[in-house]
């Protein structure tokens, strides 16, 4: 049947790269057609000589329903009608060689359960939104100056049924929302949900970028669960992946028998490490394709956020390759000028008609100006992982503590560079795989310093500068390396021990909430001032945590890193009079030895440390502490 016209503004617009919703143009769309019920279908495959639908609605048949070329754009569509909603469909492709492949569908908004590939088509008319007060604060949400601690999940993997299978979306609304709400985060990263043929990628070899993975439920199960972390007022962040794409054979890699989505040169199109492909980001419908998926997830799914995988990679010609494997750019250099730009756009694109949602970047490297606007010659990220920060501090404390004195310059060196971009912190699932082992095995000692090791790096960490992000598992203990088949180990929580690690992240939630002066200058140096970062010998730093004009009290933080008590340890403070400890991190409610500093301090008028006040405080063994000054 003739097929119903695309726009030739909606094929202008993909061949210019800025149709903003691709993705209700190409793939399968159920409507009316000349009063009869069907499905139009739209796909690009501008080197195809000839394109046709596929599906249980014709038996498979190639060439039953062909499809129409839209020249001069590369776009085939064809209305099939009585086709219905769940039908499952891929488009036949004749190339220019004559040989015959069958694709999924690449704007495919749900699929079947893998090993199976097939699309299904769908409609997102039947899901009845009830987080309309969420969306209308987050347009108003001053995240530079609100705390943000995310926990980051892996849907199969977090909980799972006494019969071994994973929870549904809908389960994980029942189960995850209150353990979150529990925990005090305030928000949640799902590690992609985006289709996936490989369990074992974690959902980092998409193959769908328009549909949510089945092996959870529907795309509205998906939906149910976003909306009802909304009405319980956590954000939900997405991780995201358009630095590369696997190469299956049904899916983008060759899709019309050339090098469509990807560049045709390997030392441009593939990635060694991995064993993936490379956008092209050269080509207007490709980035078109890809943020339009960014927009898709914040649009229909009402998605708070993207972190983008892998930026790094994208940035650099030269990323994890030798010398005679990869091509400069125009000017002779190793910057990718392609994903630069396609990167500013994805973030000015995005920021722009969400407001108040949040761009986040897993970027490696020095690369300048990542958090800062396009204009000024960033890349226009609300934020970029720490990874100097992860990486030095996992260093120190994988340290014996007798050593640690040899290596205090991993605690200072990052606050150098602290403030030049707005940070998060992680502890993600990266570092808790492939044999590195979880955080709690990485501390040396026994069993004791082990949990006292890990209490200290959360509370370092919801102390330092930063937004804050910790993967599953860690809030509690776990011991086994995180691995994709099994759920954690949450019998670890009838142990005491465990029991006061989850206690204590819930009260560093509480309390980054709660004080100002460890969220409201997180990206801003006027929030952190060293009191002392000389004390190698003993392994001690102090530090003030301070709030910005609207309110609140400084924050002495003073960290033991050893497993000795220091007592009279005489800091330095900003002025005399009576100081509470409001926080120890070796109280005995979360199994600690509870040495510290129960009743009042009085800070005298003797200077020290360049302030114009000093107090005497008792050290706890692998502990921090925070004082208040009483108002």
């Known amino acids: 049947m003739e097929s119903p016209t695309l726009s030739e503004f909606d094929l202008y617009l993909l061949a210019e790269g800025r149709h903003w919703h691709i ?48 020249e001069g754009f590369g776009v085939w569509s064809v209305f099939i009608p009585k086709v219905q909603v769940d039908a499952l469909y891929k488009f036949s492709i004749t190339t220019r060689d004559g040989h015959q492949l069958t694709k999924t569908d690449p704007y495919g908004q749900a699929f079947e359960l893998r090993p199976s590939t097939a699309a299904r088509v769908t409609e997102r008319r039947g899901y009845c939104w009830e987080d309309g007060d969420w969306l209308e604060s987050r347009n108003r949400f001053d995240w530079q100056r609100s705390p943000i601690s995310i926990y980051e999940v892996h849907p199969g993997s977090w909980r799972h049924h006494g019969s071994g299978r994973w929870l549904s979306y809908r389960e994980l609304a029942e189960q995850l929302i209150p353990y979150v709400l529990e925990s005090g985060f305030t928000h949640i990263e799902l590690l992609p949900v985006t289709e996936h043929p490989l369990d074992e990628s974690w959902g980092y070899q998409t193959t769908g970028y328009y549909a949510p993975t089945s092996r959870y439920g529907s795309p509205d199960d998906l939906r149910y669960l976003i909306d009802q972390c909304h009405q319980h007022n956590i954000g939900v962040i997405l991780d995201w992946v358009p630095g590369h794409f696997p190469d299956d054979e049904h899916a983008l890699a060759k899709f019309d028998g050339t090098a469509l989505y990807e560049h045709e040169d390997p030392r441009r199109g593939r990635h060694q490490d991995w064993g993936t492909l490379i956008y092209n980001y050269s080509r207007h419908e490709v980035k078109n394709f890809l943020i339009g998926s960014a927009l898709f997830w914040l649009d229909t799914f009402h998605v708070d956020g993207l972190r983008v995988d892998a930026v790094a990679s994208m940035l650099y010609l030269n990323y994890s390759r030798n010398e005679e494997d990869w ?110 082992s979880s955080l709690i095995q990485k501390m040396p000692g ?82 952190f001032e060293w009191i002392d970062c000389h004390d190698s010998t003993q392994s001690v730093v102090s530090y003030l945590r301070k709030p910005d004009q609207h309110g609140g009290e400084a924050l002495v933080i003073v960290v033991n890193f050893t497993p000795v008590p220091r007592h009279h340890y005489r800091i330095g403070v900003p002025l005399a009079g009576n100081w509470q400890e409001i926080f120890n991190s070796d109280s005995t409610y979360y199994g600690g030895s509870n040495l510290g500093n129960p009743f009042t301090l009085t800070a005298t008028d003797t200077p020290w440390m360049a302030r114009p006040a000093s107090v005497e405080v008792t050290l706890p063994p692998l502990g921090l502490i925070i004082l208040k000054a009483d108002a």
């Open 23 to 70: 993705y209700n143009v190409l793939g399968a769309h159920p409507m009316t057609h000349k009063g009869t019920e069907g499905v139009r279908f739209a796909v690009w495959a501008p080197n195809a000589r000839a394109v046709s639908v596929v599906g249980d609605f014709n038996h498979w048949q190639a060439g039953a329903d062909a499809m129409q070329l839209h």
């Open 446 to 527: 026994d069993d004791w310093q082990q949990r006292a090791s890990l209490r200290l790096l959360f509370s370092y960490m919801f102390t330092y500068p930063g937004a804050k992000l910790l993967f599953m598992g860690g809030e509690f203990g776990q011991r086994q390396e995180w691995s994709e088949k099994r759920e954690l180990d949450w019998h670890l929580l009838q142990h005491e021990g465990h029991q006061g690690i989850h206690k204590l992240v819930q009260d560093l939630n509480r309390l980054y909430r709660e004080q100002p002066a460890l969220h409201r200058l997180d990206y801003n140096a006027a929030g």
């Open 327 to 436: 091509l400069p750019n125009e000017y002779g250099g190793n910057e990718n000028l392609e994903a630069i730009a396609f990167l500013r756009e994805l973030n000015q694109v995005c920021q722009g008609r969400f407001p108040g949602v949040l761009m986040m970047a897993e970027e490696s490297t020095s690369w300048p100006q990542v958090t800062r606007p396009p204009e000024v010659g960033g890349l226009g990220f609300n934020l970029k992982w720490n990874m100097g920060w992860m990486h030095d501090t996992l260093h120190y404390f994988q340290q014996d503590p007798v050593y640690r004195q040899f290596h205090h310059d991993k605690l200072t060196f990052g606050l150098l560079y602290a403030f030049s971009e707005n940070f998060l912190l992680p502890l993600s699932h990266d570092e808790v795989v492939h044999g590195k």
